[in-house]
């Protein structure tokens, strides 16, 4: 019992004192998994677009394969991902497996379900009548939908964090793409690992520390935007 | 002026059902074109398909003597404009609202505000510029929808149902707001209403439209002025009812419409005629009041529609009447469907056609 708070304690002096190793590791993760969130949101919502707003054969089958994907195991998707940017695999020859951008993609790959299932959903709930709406004051088919992608932001958004969220708490990617190689793939969750596994509990501490504030962080600016979004719906 | 947009033999199909069928249609430059017609009777279809949102099944679109094809579209969008029946907002402030069609053209900023600011002196909104749109109340959400269309000084304006579930006041201001476009901006103007008085009023020609097809054109005088068959059809138009008029010896009208309901109105005329009462105009009370009012019956609430800030009531009292009363006094009243009640309204406020 002593040792654990022993641990906590020596966590806190590790955070406010400014400890390098620690600040290094979680500058990082918000880096690798903003980026992964960006991409995801980049290539994600054209294809939550595509979903929402145009009829083609197999769309029922393309949404029903991404919101399955949502749940894909992490460790699973480290696997298929190592296998892909190993040498001998398909992408080996851009050298990216234990590199920062690995886990970028990787992450982004395992995020893009939720943004695309979450956006499409959004993007689903705006009036029919906003694209012709659109259309009757002279915009164009793109200008329309971009129109219609406005009126979901709120959506877009909430897909945006929750998918930040799942990507900066996930262990697999980040571990078998990046390797958790200290001071240069190193993330929260690959930092917890290795450290616990190494006893140095108080640093492991430390970083769960961080991840859990960040993810409690998240978790409660997006309740409250949620409740604002309530708020703007209109009475009727 | 000849005729700006035009339908030749328009037909539309939806899943096999025609919701119009071989329609053509002349839109003179700068009238006032109403399309009377009871609900379901095409009259949205056909400004769908002059908003160039549909496409006719069969047929063709004119807009100034040139075709409308799918490589011409998104031009000629641009001449035309639309408000819905269902008021459609982006969620944003009223400026933005206002400002998207002439921000889609591309207009200099000192341009759209000064445009926005015009649409919205001619829908009565000054001041309203930095209000979310959706925070206002239905009439005024209406009115925000007509400033945006107006803003745009399209050459054609397509209005569907733009005061339907409004109350008096702020279909008045629309009403208004309408007619000023029309005659200070040269609008032209083509609205869907299935309120006969309404279209009595405003309009310079009147198209009756039923069951898919375009029956009569003319202006209201022709149209109203003798009695019509079609217009006569039209027994899902609010409060419209075909009878037989009698001039009674004190100078006042009394028409039968069957069922045992005789209509008093003050306008003197005898023979077939319709018979139109705007449910705003009937009062409603839980007991028999003495009043002025010369009709009165009792009857009985049969369905209540809610519409925001009014509710409109069906009462059946041999024949179906609807009466439109404020959400407050509904409430107060504490009425349901099967609730006995007197309606009132004076003889002056019935209106032959």
């Known amino acids: 019992m002593t040792e654990i708070l022993d641990g906590i304690l020596k966590a806190f002096e590790l955070i406010f004192s400014g400890d390098p190793r620690v600040y290094d590791i979680t500058l990082r993760s918000l880096y690798v998994s903003g980026a992964a969130t960006l991409i995801a949101i ?6 939550a677009m595509l979903l929402a707003l145009r009829n083609f054969r197999g769309k029922l089958l393309v949404k029903g394969v991404f919101s399955t994907l949502i749940g894909v195991p992490t460790v699973a998707l480290g696997l298929i991902l190592y296998l ?8 080996g020859f851009l050298s990216l497996l234990y590199t920062p951008t690995a886990i970028i993609i990787g992450e982004a790959v395992l995020v893009t379900p939720i943004v695309v299932s979450f ?18 004051l002279g915009a164009s088919e793109s200008q329309a939908s971009i129109a219609v992608l406005k009126e979901a932001l709120n959506g877009v958004f909430l897909a945006g964090i929750a998918s930040f969220n799942r990507a900066i708490a996930e262990l697999g990617v980040a571990l078998l793409v990046g390797g958790g190689i200290v001071g240069w793939t190193e993330v929260l969750t690959t930092g917890i690992e290795l450290e616990t596994a190494r006893g140095n509990i108080e640093i492991a501490i430390a970083l769960g520390i961080i991840l859990l504030a960040i993810v409690f962080g998240i978790n409660l600016a997006l309740s409250i935007i949620q409740r604002r979004a309530i708020w703007a719906a209109p009475s009727s | 002026m000849g005729s700006t947009f035009e ?41 769908r398909i002059l908003a160039l949102l549909e496409k006719p099944s069969k047929g ?24 819905f029946q269902k008021t459609t907002l982006f969620s944003t402030t009223v400026y933005n609202n206002v400002a998207y069609g002439l921000k889609i053209r591309k207009m200099s900023k000192n341009r759209v505000n ?7 002196r001619l829908a009565r909104l000054e001041g309203f510029e930095k209000r979310q749109a959706k925070k206002l109340s239905g009439g005024e959400q209406q009115r925000v929808a007509l400033a945006r269309a107006l803003a745009l000084n399209a050459k054609l304006m397509l209005l569907d149902e733009p005061t339907a579930n409004l109350d008096p006041k702020n279909a008045l201001i629309i009403e208004e707001t309408i007619a000023d476009a029309n005659r200070e901006l040269k609008t032209t103007i083509v609205m869907a209403t299935h309120n006969m008085f309404q279209a009595k009023n405003l309009p310079n020609r009147i198209a009756l439209i039923n069951d898919g097809k375009i029956s009569e054109v003319g202006t209201p005088s022709e149209i109203f002025g003798k009695f019509s068959t079609t217009l006569a059809s039209f027994a899902a138009l609010e ?3 075909a009878g037989t008029a009698k001039l009674m010896g004190d100078g006042t009208t009394l028409v039968d419409i069957g069922n045992n309901v005789q209509i008093a109105t003050t306008t003197q005329k005898s023979g077939s005629v319709s018979v139109f009462v705007s449910p705003e105009d ?19 609430i049969v369905g209540i529609s809610d519409f925001g800030s009014i509710a409109k009531l069906r009462i059946d009292a041999g024949k179906q009447f609807v009466v439109q009363i404020t959400k407050r006094s509904f409430n107060e009243m504490q009425l349901n469907v099967g609730s006995e009640v007197y309606m009132a309204f004076k003889a002056s406020s019935v209106h032959l056609v």
């Open chain 2, 239 to 241: 409060n419209t009812f």
């Open chain 1, 84 to 91: 892909v940017f190993s040498k001998g695999g398909p992408l």
């Open chain 1, 42 to 47: 980049l290539w994600g919502v054209p294809i």
């Open chain 2, 114 to 120: 000064e445009e926005v600011g015009r649409a919205l």
């Open chain 2, 60 to 83: 063709e679109v004119y807009f100034q003597n040139e075709k409308v094809t799918d490589r011409n579209m998104f031009r000629m969008r641009l001449e035309s404009t639309m408000v």
């Open chain 2, 7 to 47: 339908l030749r033999s328009v037909t539309k199909v939806f899943d096999g059902i025609t919701a119009l069928n071989d329609v053509s249609l002349q839109i003179r430059s700068g009238e006032i074109l109403t399309l009377l017609g009871p609900n379901g009777s095409g009259k949205s279809t056909l400004l």
């Open chain 2, 282 to 300: 009937i009062i409603l009370s839980e007991d028999l009041i003495v009043s002025s009012a010369r009709n009165v019956f009792k009857g009985r």
């Open chain 1, 119 to 136: 956006a499409t959903t959004a993007i689903e709930a705006v009036d029919r009548e906003i694209m012709n709406l659109a259309k009757t």
